[in-house]
């Protein structure tokens, strides 16, 4: 269950950078209309603060400080510091991997997320599907509004 998660993150996280790629302008990354709030820039901001939290400061140990509202409200991070970001969160999420025993696997996730404590594999399951989720409104803000 490790790796094919490991592998469902890696191939997700790819899959991103290359949405990312497909914007013909790097500004388009940030647009927004009346009825699409978030852009693409700030949900791929969003996933990699997610998952260097929850990931990178849960299992692979880093002390990330994660800033939230940064990901939401900032506009115009150059593509190539996005690619950056990117490349280390799918460093940090494999090392994270890599340091999961299997003991930790059916035992609880060590950061708490919500009200009470889940189990890492519901955690590790939840993270993949916020990242799935998010993808896939970067795939339709790119194709409604990088026009």
Not at 113 to 137: A, C, R
């Amino acid at each position: 269950m490790k790796e094919a998660l490991k592998e469902l993150f890696h191939r997700d996280l790819t899959t991103l950078r290359d949405e990312i790629a497909l914007y013909k302008e790097e500004d388009n990354l940030w647009k927004v209309n009346n009825t699409i709030s978030n852009s693409g820039g700030n949900l791929c901001l969003h996933i990699i603060g997610n998952l260097k939290n929850y990931i990178g400061n849960g299992l692979a140990n880093t002390n990330y400080v994660r800033d939230r509202e940064f990901e939401f409200s900032s506009k115009g991070v150059p593509r190539a510091k996005m690619y950056q970001e990117l490349d280390e969160t799918i460093s940090i999420v494999n090392k994270g991997f890599d340091c999961l025993t299997e003991a930790q696997l059916d035992g609880y996730f060590p950061l708490l997320i919500w009200e009470e404590k889940k189990e890492t594999l519901f955690t590790l399951m939840h993270l993949h599907g916020h990242l799935t989720y998010h993808l896939g409104q970067i795939n339709y803000h790119r194709r409604i509004l990088d026009v």
